[in-house]
T-cell receptor, first 112, second 113 residues
Framework: EAGVTQFPSHSVIEKGQTVTLRCDPI?????LYWYRRVMGKEIKFLLHFVKESKQDESGMPNNRFLAERTGGTYSTLKVQPAELEDSGVYFC??????????FGPGTRLTVT | GDSVTQMEGPVTLSEEAFLTINCTYT??????LFWYVQYPGEGLQLLLKATKADDKGSNKGFEATYRKETTSFHLEKGSVQVSDSAVYFC????????????FGKGTLLTVNP
């Protein structure tokens, strides 16, 4: 069974540019989560999808971040325009009916 | 607000040494508690869990006991191996319809041969 995959693994962009991160959850998992770890800090929750609906987006930092999950399969997280403080590692996770969340390897975003 | 405080790293040990990584939490209600591990170049993996007070989670020689009275979930292993070198994250999930995980900052463990 394929795990959670994320693309790209690393992205370097300039301040003001746009970046789109992609997450492919484990097939059949209705729940999809985005988290972010800024260097030296804790991993923080961004949002939670159930199928294509946003269940909880309380962790989204501001309106420069837009997450979508069209069709309830893969998800994208767009940052537009990117700021320096957006740098960090963005993790995606998915879960089925149980509590355990399965994490992807993360996308390291560097904004210069 | 909800938070997790875990031991600052990095922690460097020799092989076969005893490991403790402290973790305390602040949460409402009765959360489920977790330890996740991130090996170099990989995503986070669930290491062990405990869902109620006095439960002991265990896996791969690691153990942690849910202590409600001290709001703690310390990770221990009696004899670490080089392959245990990784970043360890303590986390909780409040439960109910709230699935989000609240994490600590992570503790980098390096085990030398």
């Amino acid at each position: 069974e394929a795990g959670v995959t994320q693309f790209p693994s690393h992205s370097v962009i300039e301040k003001g540019q746009t970046v789109t991160l992609r997450c492919d959850p484990i097939s059949g998992h209705d729940n999809l989560y985005w988290y972010r770890r800024v260097m030296g800090k804790e991993i923080k929750f961004l949002l939670h999808f159930v199928k294509e609906s946003k269940q909880d987006e309380s962790g989204m930092p501001n309106n420069r971040f837009l997450a979508e999950r069209t069709g309830g399969t893969y998800s994208t997280l767009k940052v537009q325009p990117a700021e320096l403080e957006d740098s960090g590692v963005y993790f995606c996770a998915s879960s089925g009916t149980g509590y355990e969340q399965y994490f992807g390897p993360g996308t390291r975003l560097t904004v210069t | 607000g909800d938070s997790v405080t875990q031991m600052e790293g990095p922690v460097t040990l020799s092989e076969e040494a005893f490991l403790t990584i402290n973790c305390t939490y602040t949460a409402t209600g009765y959360p489920s508690l977790f330890w996740y591990v991130q090996y170099p170049g990989e995503g986070l993996q669930l290491l062990l869990k405990a869902t109620k007070a006095d439960d002991k989670g265990s896996n791969k020689g690691f153990e942690a006991t849910y202590r409600k009275e001290t709001t703690s979930f310390h990770l221990e292993k009696g004899s670490v191996q080089v392959s245990d070198s990784a970043v360890y994250f303590c986390a909780f999930q409040s439960g109910g319809s709230n699935y989000k995980l609240t994490f600590g900052k992570g503790t980098l463990l390096t085990v030398n041969p």
